[in-house]
């Protein structure tokens, strides 16, 4: 699991936006419901493009399936779009708010789309779970 920047501040940043559960706790509830599934989930965070590219392209070494939130970088990145268009395992892009919902027109394009297999928007950190069903293979959202 890999989130973008500023969400290290889930719980302080614009929580009537965001929620209140911490980075934290989502890294903690994410490894609890991945086990609970048979899956082993890691979680990171950073706020470095280039840290999130490098984690992408691991990812697309191994064959790691990954649920995705990056953040802003979601709207603009095409150094994010050409390191999703290289996974092979499922990419399952996640949301806290529903971005195409939002006022801010730039908010509604994602360069992730394209490459994900779901996208799951706008159900706060369940969708976190939700992307893990659907790696799983279970019910989805
Ligand atoms: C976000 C939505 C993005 O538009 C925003 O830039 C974020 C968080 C979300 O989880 O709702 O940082 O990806």
Redesign the pocket.
């Given at each position: 699991m890999l989130n973008?920047?500023?969400?290290g501040r889930l719980g302080r940043r614009q929580p009537e936006i965001?929620g209140t559960t911490t980075h934290v706790e989502l890294a903690q509830l994410c490894v609890a419901w991945g086990a609970e599934r048979g899956l082993e989930v890691e979680v990171r965070q950073t706020n470095h493009e280039g840290v999130l590219v490098d984690w992408l392209n691991t990812a697309a070494d191994d064959a790691t399936p990954v649920v995705l939130?990056a953040?802003?970088w979601?709207?603009y990145s095409y150094a994010v779009f050409d390191a999703c268009a290289q996974l092979v395992a499922p990419l399952v892009e996640v949301?806290?708010?529903d971005?195409r919902a939002?006022p801010e027109e730039f908010?509604h394009h994602s360069v992730v789309t394209p490459h994900a297999v779901e996208v799951i928007a706008g159900h706060g950190v369940e969708g976190y779970r939700m992307a893990l069903d659907v790696l799983a293979g279970g019910v989805g959202p």
């Open positions: 973008g920047p500023n969400l965001y939130n953040a802003a979601t709207h949301h806290l708010s971005p939002r908010r």
